[in-house]
């Protein structure tokens, strides 16, 4: 591909690719500076781009296998610190941010941040795979190519990530497991103020199919507010053990 056809074509791709650095890392600032990376190895090598896949699944690989180093750099997250941030202190700080009229909560948003987080916890490759699959909709194939993969080594993957992200989150989240000790979406819903606690919460547990669908529409809305997401990126990361 010439570099004028690629620089064309590519501010198509930037948001797909930010969203999915952003999923994959959680906070903000690390997920920018992974795209940044990666667009400028995309950028060093697209006179090698040959078409054997599209520019779209080109640039997710590069862009995933940047952010895979970057995890694999890092140490897994503790689910710990979701709870941690329900405790005074952290309570604390969340009231300050409802602080601001504007702020909402949504638990849809909430739970995407959430499924973040424990993805962290996971072997990196395992969450890119549920990722690159379940929300970002690539074909068996594709997402196979992305990860360097044969199909059936993706198949089997995708199916241990599912496996090992339902547990973990089936033994933290209270909306899904009645023991589950992370309470934190029905704690964030009580100190909402009226009129900005969102959706009500899930009378009852949610399985596993329907906490990917809650990501996906969570996903999709590009209007949603981030700020306490952003927060809670921000509070998690202050939280975890140094490389």
């Known amino acids: 591909m010439d570099r004028a ?3 064309s074509q590519l501010p198509e791709h930037l948001p797909a690719l930010r969203a999915l650095a952003r999923r994959l890392l959680g906070h903000a600032d690390d997920a920018h500076d992974v795209v940044q990376d990666a667009l400028v190895k995309a950028s060093a090598s697209v006179a090698d781009f040959r078409g054997d896949s599209s520019l779209k699944t080109w640039l997710f690989a590069i862009t995933t296998r940047t952010a895979l180093d970057h995890l694999r750099a890092s140490k897994p997250w503790r689910n710990q610190v979701l709870i941690d941030a329900c405790d005074e202190r ?32 996971l072997e990196p490759r395992a969450h890119a795979a549920l990722l690159l699959k379940e929300v970002f909709g690539l074909e068996n194939a594709e997402a196979a190519r992305v990860l360097e ?16 992200m339902s547990a973990e989150f089936d033994g933290l989240c209270a909306l899904v497991n009645k023991q589950g000790p992370c309470y ?7 100190l909402a103020p009226d009129g900005r606690k969102g959706p009500a919460l899930p009378a009852t547990p949610l399985p596993f199919d329907e906490r990917l669908s809650l990501l996906r529409r969570a996903h999709a809305d590009a209007g949603a507010d981030q700020r306490l997401t952003d927060f809670f990126f921000s509070y998690v990361r202050q939280q975890q053990p140094a490389p």
Not at 91 to 111: C, N
Request: glycine content about 6%; charged content about 20%; hydrophobic content about 40%.
């Open 90 to 121: 952290g309570r604390s700080s969340v009231e300050a941010k409802f602080g601001d009229p504007s702020v909402h909560f949504d638990v849809g948003q909430h739970i995407a941040f959430c499924f973040t987080c424990v993805g962290r916890a």
């Open 149 to 164: 993969l044969t199909e059936p080594a993706f198949r089997h993957a995708l199916s241990a990530a599912r496996a090992a």
């Open 5 to 7: 056809t690629f620089e």
């Open 184 to 190: 934190q979406c029905r704690a964030l819903r009580e």
